[in-house]
């Protein structure tokens, strides 16, 4: 894993010898492939020059000594729970991935760090340290996959106690199945992949994907309320939980039950829902289902995500792109692309199939096929690694995202990319920037709309702080407009 | 912003004007007309014709539910409702054509050049329309002085090959049959002067404005002022058009709006005497083709040059930075009409007067306006022989430079010897002022005197060169008025105490504030703004507590306290009259004629000096500010419908604090 940058540490995307991008290792479909489109879009769209890249600093040393709490050691120790102190350990554990983090990181700026993490390996671990921490007055901030975009992870610069990680990646069992109620019961540290996987194995999934799911944590999910790609099918990560049991330093919370819903005043769930890692570790059980399978469509609407299809259209093999921009006649740069996941049953799949692939013949769209929407399905997990190659070459960016009634979406699209450019200029970035969007999600009454921003910040003395406003002066765009602040995290990710 | 900052009038750059009909007087008129016309578009227009505009109209999600409330009220059939709507639409909707077009372009090329010597047009505002024209949807907004407004702007935006506006016009002009047509063919739409409280007209024609602005279909154009001003002051702005323009923006439809406030100033005004006998109780002739033609004499007379400044575009969503929380429209669905809330309608008020005040700024004005000012105070000033031309020029020229160090936009041309200005001023206005053996007055005499004339024909044929001259004078008042509140101030109150000259002027400006461009809930910007203006030009010392005038200052603040004078006046006529006067039956449309007759009596007697208080517009504004501060009541419904009820007490006391002999009093300063 990177520890200033997203992702595995052999994935990335880079320019080879020969001024071509290609995404390295070996992991995603992606992996040792030649993109030849992304280079010159980089540096159509942002004005980027292959000559001009930034050295991320990698210099450990400038970590604070650790400020411990010696009680509170002492009495850890006597537990045999796992710790560390170590810079490496602490440093990784000091970040989300908000912009400003990992710029600050790829800087050499280091700022208030963790003093100490330790890994509980169970439920009552937590219970411990948790004791611990409120006896000795120590912070404790959980850490479970390191993805936040909230500044969750951030440690408060002016904080004078000593500062403890609780990472729980070693709490990253299923403890149970329970065939008969489609229910497991889950440690909050499993990675979202892990526990795809060895749901898989016993012919379950919950349906739960994120695009961090390579990375980010069922308790990380809980604590931000979640939405993943397959939602219209499974639910949020709210229509998923059964049952949580959550430590507090006033004690340990759960219902005595674990019936699908009760009506005994307010949910205790949705206290603890999204709550922002405020509160601490959660165990819990899901709701399971099973089988799946892919396809995609094209239709040519808008180029609401005008940049990256080209991009896309770029992976088409030779016949297939002729057939579609010299044939059908889609421009690759106003052509929209919409990857559709169809899952569940057969029949079921072929008749929403059936639906779908109708309305898009009668506004001229067609079906791209199966192995597109798998490239296209693949490409949400890769994106996130874009951010770095940008952030070699002088660019930044982020998404963020909102949800806004169905008669909005068109008005809150253009009003926010229209703001994005102004400030852009206002603000004096040299280029214009990068400003689209896509609908990500759908829902009876709206859809989820995430905006891509991010501009060459070459010529400018505070980039991240301009950033900052710029986004700032788009989020209040989309509150004006009628959307929300967020659909599923505060703000930001890649 | 444009309209903000106005702490330096001085500071303010204007750009130069280029003189259209120059190239009009050099080439052919035939191939001027029938040029390739090819304007840049609103870069997300979807080109559409009439016919599919008003399609789109129809079936807009607005109309279907206002037409369907519509029938749940009435119980009439939804279709009936529904070809109602089309029937209005049909009545309404221009049919711009681009041969009409250039048959105006060739017949106005030719009336313009006879008519004027030259049509001076700011061309950076031209290149900055250009430019506004391709990224946002625009609304033009002229000043309205003449029936000439409209066919000029599009004329002028023609010329310079930008698209052509639709336009807003009152249905009198639909009244002249060919005329009406050719208008709507140049892009005119009609609308009714009053639909108050018809949902459905209401409706066609708001959605028929917004669709055609969202779509970038054309400019919208419409006078905020809403009529022809009659007086050249700039009237209170009107509210409709500008509350539908704004609410694509406000409802996140359009990411902007720019307003584009354009400035027309005519050198002479072709309906000069019109306006005055309009004024004067001679009641308006009825739009007709006739007419029109009937004015064909007019071409034989010489009207100066016009000046069009196109201003700086206002971008609705600047104004609505900071004062307008847009998320209220987020809570109802936006195809359900609903009355904007009250702080919507303060920012389109603000908005609006924002707008006229930039009009009024950007207006050109030409020596003959000072003349005219001067001139009117020497007739009242009772000097019968005129004022010596010598004279004239010298207050002109001390005129000229106390104008420009308030930022008047004044065309002076200044490498001519101002004698020559003065006299080619005077000879281009003869139809009102008469030189003889070196002396100036305003030509009150009739030069064939019809035997016959009573002192009441005779007191209006002055008053129509009064008013006339007046209407001149005018045009500069904006420039001057809060001074003038300022220095009227100083005047009525005895001592030097801020506070309490403070609250004269307040008093002042609220009594005034349906006469003038006064932007409700600014009078600390006006006070500070006048006192600002009147201490760079060495009139005042403005202290903490205190304001003094300096010794070389009397001047200046004299000629201030008489530019207000006639409307003080006329205001405590119109008080005096309503607690001497009016009777319990008085209505709202006697009043005027009342009034008008009370006045004569006065001015004959010579009780009363000033002659242009006969104008109805002073008359009218008066009343209104009666009514705004509740002194006078208007009844309403049954047969007291109309009637006015006159608070003796409070006329009377706003009388007296009029004429100085009351301190300002606490209950009407505490309003303020």
């Known amino acids: 894993m990177k520890w200033n940058g997203w992702g595995y540490s052999d994935s990335r995307f880079l320019f080879n010898k020969k001024g071509q991008a290609e995404f390295t290792g070996k992991r995603y479909r992606l992996s040792g492939m030649i993109i030849p489109g992304l280079k010159d879009w980089m540096e159509g769209t942002f004005g980027a020059n292959l000559q001009h890249k930034t050295q991320p600093v990698l210099n450990t040393s400038a970590v604070q000594p650790p400020m411990l709490n010696e009680a509170f050691v002492e009495e850890l120790k006597s537990t045999g729970i796992p710790f560390s102190h170590e810079a490496d350990d602490r440093v990784f554990r000091a970040h989300g991935h908000c912009l400003h983090e990992i710029f600050a990181l790829r800087d050499g700026k280091i700022g208030r760090v963790p003093d100490m993490v330790v890994w509980p390996n169970c439920h009552n671990d937590v219970v411990k340290i948790v004791e611990l921490a409120c006896k000795h007055n120590v912070c404790l901030i959980p850490y479970g996959g390191g993805t936040s975009v909230s500044s969750a992870l951030e440690c408060p610069p002016e904080e004078t106690r000593s500062i403890v990680s609780l990472d729980t990646s070693q709490m990253n069992r299923i403890l149970w199945i329970d065939e008969k109620n489609l229910t497991a019961h889950v440690e909050s540290g499993i990675v979202g992949q892990d526990l795809e996987r060895l749901l898989n194995e016993s012919g379950y999934c919950t349906g739960h994907e994120p695009d961090s799911m390579e990375f980010s944590s069922l308790g990380g999910w809980v604590a931000t309320r979640a939405s993943g790609m397959k939602k219209n099918i499974y639910g949020n990560i709210e229509d998923l939980v059964v049952h949580i049991k959550m430590v507090t330093p006033r004690g340990v919370i759960e219902k005595s039950c674990q019936g699908p819903r009760m009506s005994t005043g307010p949910d205790i769930h949705h206290f603890i829902l999204g709550s922002e890692g405020l509160l601490t570790a959660i165990i819990k059980i899901l709701y399971l289902r099973d089988h799946e399978k892919y396809s995609e469509s094209l239709i040519d609407m808008q180029k609401l995500y005008h940049g990256l299809s080209s991009i896309f259209t770029s992976f088409l093999d030779g016949l297939k792109k002729f057939y579609i921009t010299k044939f059908k006649g889609f421009d690759p740069n106003r052509l929209c692309v919409a990857t559709l996941l169809f899952e569940g049953a057969r029949e079921k799949v072929l008749q929403h199939e059936k639906q779908v692939y109708d309305i898009a013949a009668k506004f001229g769209g067609l079906a791209a096929g199966e192995d597109n929407g798998q490239r296209g399905y693949m490409l949400t997990f890769v994106i996130a690694y874009l951010r770095d190659l940008g952030m070699d070459y002088y660019v930044i960016g982020e998404s963020f995202e909102t949800s806004v009634p169905w008669d909005r979406v068109l008005d809150i699209c253009r009003n926010v990319k229209a703001r994005i450019i102004r400030e852009c200029k206002d603000k004096g970035v040299q280029f214009p920037p990068l400003s689209t969007c896509r609908v990500t999600q759908t829902y009876d009454a709206g859809a989820c709309v995430y905006f891509y921003f991010a501009f060459n910040y070459r010529g400018l003395s505070d980039p991240v702080h301009v950033y900052e406003q710029v986004e700032h002066a788009a989020r209040e765009e989309i509150l004006a407009n009628g959307g929300s602040l967020s659909h599923h995290h505060g703000g930001t990710t890649s | ?672």
């Open chain 2, 1 to 672: 912003n444009a309209t903000r900052g106005h702490r330096d009038p001085m500071l303010k750059k204007r750009d130069d004007f280029e003189d259209i009909l120059e190239e009009r007087r050099n080439t052919s008129d035939l191939r001027y007309a029938l040029r390739c016309y090819t304007p840049a578009l609103y870069k997300g227009l979807t080109p559409c014709t009439a016919s599919e505009l008003k399609t789109m109209v129809l079936q807009s999600d607005q109309l279907l539910y206002v037409i369907n409330q519509v029938s749940k009220e009435t119980g009439t059939a939804t279709d009936e409702i529904q070809s109602e709507a089309e029937a209005i639409l049909e009545e309404m909707a221009h049919r711009l054509q681009l041969s009409t077009i250039r048959f105006f372009a060739f017949t106005l090329s030719k009336i313009f050049k006879t008519l004027f010597r030259s049509i001076c047009v700011n061309e950076e505002g031209i290149q900055r329309l250009q430019q506004t024209i391709q990224e946002q949807p625009v609304v033009l907004l002229p000043s309205h002085r003449s029936y000439m407004d409209f066919l000029l702007m599009s004329y002028i935006l023609y010329t310079y090959d930008l698209a052509l506006p639709v336009i807003a016009a009152g249905m009198d002009f639909m009244g002249m049959k060919i005329v009406g047509e050719m208008l709507r063919m140049s892009g005119a739409f009609f609308i009714r002067r009053s639909f108050g409280g018809d949902k459905l007209y209401w409706t066609v024609f708001s959605e028929y404005v917004k669709i055609m602005l969202k779509n970038g279909f054309a400019p919208v154009e419409f006078f905020l002022e809403g009529t022809r001003s009659r007086t050249a002051k700039s009237l209170t702005p009107k509210l409709g058009l500008l509350n539908i323009v704004m609410d694509p923006f406000l409802k996140g439809e359009v990411f902007d709006i720019s307003l584009v406030p354009v400035s027309i100033s005519y050198e002479r005004i072709l309906e000069e005497a019109l306006y005055a006998r309009e004024l004067l109780g001679v009641p308006k002739p009825k739009e007709s083709t006739s007419g029109l033609f009937k004015a064909r004499k007019i071409l034989s007379e010489n009207y100066g040059s016009i000046h069009v400044y196109f201003g700086q575009p206002v971008s609705a969503r600047s104004l609505a930075e900071g004062r307008v929380d847009r998320s209220q429209f987020n809570l109802t669905p936006r195809h359900i009409p609903r009355k904007p809330s009250e702080g919507i309608q303060d920012f389109v008020n603000d908005s609006a007067f924002r707008l006229v005040r930039s009009q009024e700024e950007n207006m050109v004005l030409k020596p003959w306006v000072l003349l005219a000012a001067l001139l009117l105070q020497n007739q009242t000033a009772g000097n019968k022989l005129g004022v010596l031309v010598e004279d004239l020029t010298e207050q002109a020229v001390w005129l000229r430079d106390l104008s420009r160090q308030f930022g008047a936009f004044l065309h002076w041309p200044d490498h001519i010897p101002p004698s020559r200005v003065v006299s080619s001023s005077l000879s281009l206005h003869r139809s009102l002022v008469r030189v003889s053996e070196g002396r100036v007055q305003l030509n009150l005499e009739p030069g064939f005197p019809p035997p016959a004339m009573t002192p009441e024909e005779e007191l209006l044929s002055k008053a129509v060169v009064v008013l006339s001259c007046a209407s001149y004078r005018n045009q500069v008042l904006h420039v001057f008025i809060r001074a003038a509140l300022l220095a009227s101030a100083i005047h009525s109150v005895a001592g030097s105490r801020k506070q309490e000259i403070f609250n004269a002027f307040s008093f002042l400006r609220n009594m005034f504030s349906n006469e003038f461009i006064l932007r409700p809930g600014a009078e600390v910007q006006d006070f500070e703004e006048a006192c600002y203006l009147l201490v760079k030009s060495a009139v005042l010392q403005v202290h903490q507590q205190e304001v003094l005038v300096t010794d070389r200052g009397h001047r200046t603040l004299a000629f201030l306290t008489s530019i207000l004078d006639p409307f003080v006046q006329g205001y405590q006529m119109v008080c005096r009259f309503l607690c001497e006067e009016a009777t319990e039956s008085l209505t709202e449309k006697q009043f005027v004629p009342a009034v008008r007759k009370f006045f004569i009596k006065h001015l004959l007697t010579g009780e009363l000096k000033y002659v242009e208080v006969l104008s109805s517009d002073l008359q009218k504004n008066a009343l209104a500010a009666l009514l705004r501060l509740g002194a006078v009541q208007k009844l309403r419904g049954g047969a007291n419908e109309g009637t006015l009820k006159v608070n003796t007490v409070m006329v009377n006391s706003l009388e007296d604090t009029l004429g100085g002999k009351l301190p300002t009093q606490k209950p009407l300063a505490a309003r303020l």
